[in-house]
C-alpha cells in the first residue's frame, strides 16, 4: 500500500470484524464498479466522514486467496457469461491474514438476488481438495466428483461500512490470476479497481454511489472468475462475451490520468 493511499485510509474511523456482523447481507444486491487506481484517493477523500472501515491487527487493507471451482465443460463459467438467472458458483476463500478460509457455495437468483452458504475448511495446498464439505451437496447441484479447481485469484481488499449501517462496500486491488487446468497461464489487472456495493435492498444514490455517478463511473457486472477464465483462455467457449469489458477495462487504463485530473487534490 502506498504512503497517500494509507493516510487516506486512517482518515476513516475504525469499525471490528465483529461490529461489521450488522452488514453480513448473506442474502444481498450487489452493484459493481470499475475505475482506475489513479481515481481511488479522491474518492476515498470524499467519503470518509459517511463509512467506516475495518481494521484489524492494526491493518485496514488486507489480501485474499481464492479457488475456484467448475465442471470439465466449465459449465458455471459458460451459465454466467450467457446471463443465465439461477446460477452457482463455487469456491475455496482464504483470508490470508488471519488465515481462516471457507467453502462457499454462491446462488443468484432469477431476481438478481445473491445467496451464500459457507462451512470454515483449510485452504488446500497445491490448489487441490477433496470437496467433501457439506455446504457443497446441500447447497449445489452439480456431483463433487466433477468438479476441479479451475482458477485462483490474489488480490487486496479494504471493506467500507456506512454509518447507517445499510451497505458494505469493498474495493479490490492488484487482481492476479492464475489458470489451473492447463499450463497455469497467469495474467493480471494492473492499475484497475472493482468496488462492489452490497446491501439488503437495491441501494440508493448517496454515498459513494452518488460520488461514482459524478465521476460518470458507471454500474456494470463484474466476475473475477469469469475474467480471469478468460484472460487465461481456461475456456475458449463464448469467452468473446467478455470482449467488451475487457475493452471497456482497457479504455479505463487509457482515459485515467484524464478523469483524475478532475478529482485531484
Known sequence: M????EDKLTRFSPISLKEMDKVA????????????????????RDINNDYFILKMDNKRCFSYSTIYYDTLETIMYLEHIRGKRNRYKLRHRQYNDSGLSFIEVK???????????????????????????????????YNADNLKPVLKTKFHRITLVDKHFTQRVTIDSGIKFKELLNGQKTESLSNIIIIEIKSDK???????????????????????????????NTCTKKSGALKPK?????????????????YSE
Open 2 to 5: 502506498n504512503s497517500n493511499l
Open 25 to 44: 447481507f448473506y442474502h444481498r444486491v450487489d452493484t459493481k464498479f470499475i475505475l482506475h487506481q489513479d481515481q481511488l484517493d479522491s474518492l476515498l
Open 107 to 141: 446462488f443468484k437468483n432469477n431476481k438478481g438476488k445473491t445467496f451464500k452458504w459457507r462451512n470454515e475448511e483449510a485452504f488446500p495446498d497445491g490448489g487441490t481438495t477433496t470437496l467433501t464439505n457439506p455446504v457443497i451437496s446441500k447447497r449445489l447441484p
Open 202 to 232: 437495491i441501494n440508493s444514490k448517496n454515498g459513494i454511489q452518488k460520488k461514482l455517478k459524478e465521476r460518470k463511473i458507471k454500474a456494470g457486472g463484474f466476475s473475477k472468475y469469469c475474467m480471469g477464465v478468460a484472460l487465461t
Open 246 to 262: 475487457i475493452l471497456r477495462i482497457h479504455k479505463i487504463q487509457k482515459n485515467a490520468v484524464k478523469h483524475s485530473l478532475l
